[in-house]
């Protein structure tokens, strides 16, 4: 079904400078080429380069229109030199470095709430002032970073223990919330995975429906452009009610 403010539309490819502002040119060679396994969890084929740019496209068309980037392969995994944990390439990084490249955009915050940290992006862009990166996870687990003590200027991790619901995700909620506003960005990007929700199978969270609906809504109000991408969620048979609930949330304002 289509939302009703966000139609569907296919989007264009990233292009290989788009992929360059955040990834070394090796990384780039080795997707292009490999055929086979890339670390344990990360697969290449025939036509990984071509859906791995297109995703980045996505992204990159998501912070342009403020639309929802619906697109696999996820990116928050893939470091500035490393492929790893399903992703090929750091689309929601690629997306805010274009917008600041072609958009004039200024400041950039990007707020993951995947169930796994977002190392890529933490390593991409930690050191840059001009982007905020904030990730709520649960900790310790894959890929094993994001620590409480891993923190910056422009650096706010939020480790939740297992078995974390509604409630405590909530309470995090507020820390990114005062950690956006201080920040005072031009656009906010969301790393939007799903797979902290009670009935996915690759974590131990247990958020619900409503909450992902309600972590949309408010994330809608903390920029005057907002953009979100997909990144993890494995449970094929509630996957498509949580991105509708987070479009509902994004949608409401």
Same mark, same amino acid.
């Given at each position: ?16 400078? $788009? ?33 791995? !740019? ?7 068309? =998501? ?6 980037? !619906? ?19 750091? +689309?929601? =990084? ?17 707020? $993951? ?14 050191? $840059? ?12 687990? @894959? ?42 960005? $031009?656009?906010? !990007? ?7 929700? =009670? ?6 969270? @247990?958020?619900?429906?409503?909450? /992902? ?20 969620? @494995? ?14 949330? /994004?949608? +409401?304002?």
């Amino acid at each position: 079904m289509l939302h009703q403010r966000f139609p569907f539309v296919e989007c264009g490819s990233a292009t290989e400078a $788009d992929i360059l502002r955040c990834h070394a040119p090796e990384l780039l060679e080795q997707v292009r080429t490999t055929r086979g396994f890339i670390d344990g969890d990360t697969l290449c084929t025939e036509t990984t380069f071509e859906a791995a !740019l297109l995703a980045a496209g996505a992204a990159i068309e =998501a912070a342009r229109t403020g639309g929802f980037a !619906l697109a696999r392969p996820p990116g928050h995994h893939a470091e500035r030199h490393r492929a790893m944990g399903f992703c090929l390439f750091d +689309s929601i =990084a690629i997306a805010a470095r274009w917008a600041q490249a072609e958009l004039d955009v200024g400041r950039v915050a990007i707020v $993951d709430w995947d169930v796994h940290h977002g190392n890529g992006t933490q390593h991409i862009v930690a050191d $840059d002032e001009s982007i905020l990166f904030v990730s709520l996870h649960q900790w310790p687990f @894959y890929p094993g970073t994001g620590g409480p003590d891993e923190q910056g200027p422009t650096l706010v991790n939020l480790p939740l223990r297992a078995g974390t619901g509604d409630e405590g995700y909530l309470e995090a909620w507020r820390t990114v919330e005062t950690a956006v506003a201080k920040f005072e960005p $031009d656009l906010l !990007l969301v790393s939007a995975g799903f797979d902290a929700h =009670a009935e996915d199978p690759l974590a131990d969270m @247990y958020v619900s429906t409503d909450t /992902f609906r309600e972590f949309a809504q408010r994330a809608s109000q903390l920029a005057p452009r907002v953009g979100a991408v997909l990144e993890g969620g @494995y449970n094929v048979r509630t996957l498509p009610e949580l991105v509708e609930a987070a479009l509902d949330g /994004f949608s +409401s304002n």
